[in-house]
Nanobody, 121 residues
């Protein structure tokens, strides 16, 4: 089992920045891809971004490309999402995920509890 714990959510103004972090613990000897999904009130959960184990491949949902940057820590068991130029429509609960393969259509076996991001206009 892998446990994922997110941190860094909060309130930001439109145009501002937030940085989300996620730390994996437990069975971390496997080379997991990691990423982020978000779910806004009344909407379905959506893919945001993902990164493979080595960090060489990154994936972004179209609306965040150029504004968000995903990265892995040197220890490989952490992932961060730097969110710049935030928009009110970025408001959602952001969940960290881990799985075998990275990508928008990949299956992620492990999910964090989520952290709230609220962007005011």
């Amino acid at each position: 089992q892998v446990q994922l714990v997110e941190s860094g959510g909060g309130l930001a103004q439109a145009g501002g920045s937030l940085r989300l972090s996620c730390a994996a613990s437990g069975r971390t000897n496997i080379e997991y891809a990691m990423g982020w999904f978000h779910q806004a009130p009344g909407k379905e959960r959506e893919f945001v971004s993902a990164i493979n184990w080595s960090g060489s491949d990154t994936y972004y949902e179209a609306s965040v490309k150029g504004r968000f940057t995903i990265s892995r820590g040197s220890a490989k068991n952490t992932v961060s999402l730097q969110m710049n130029s935030l928009k009110p429509e970025d408001t959602a609960v952001y969940s960290c995920v881990a799985g075998v393969v990275a990508g928008p259509s990949a299956r992620y076996n492990y999910w964090g509890q989520g952290t709230q991001v609220t962007v005011s206009s």
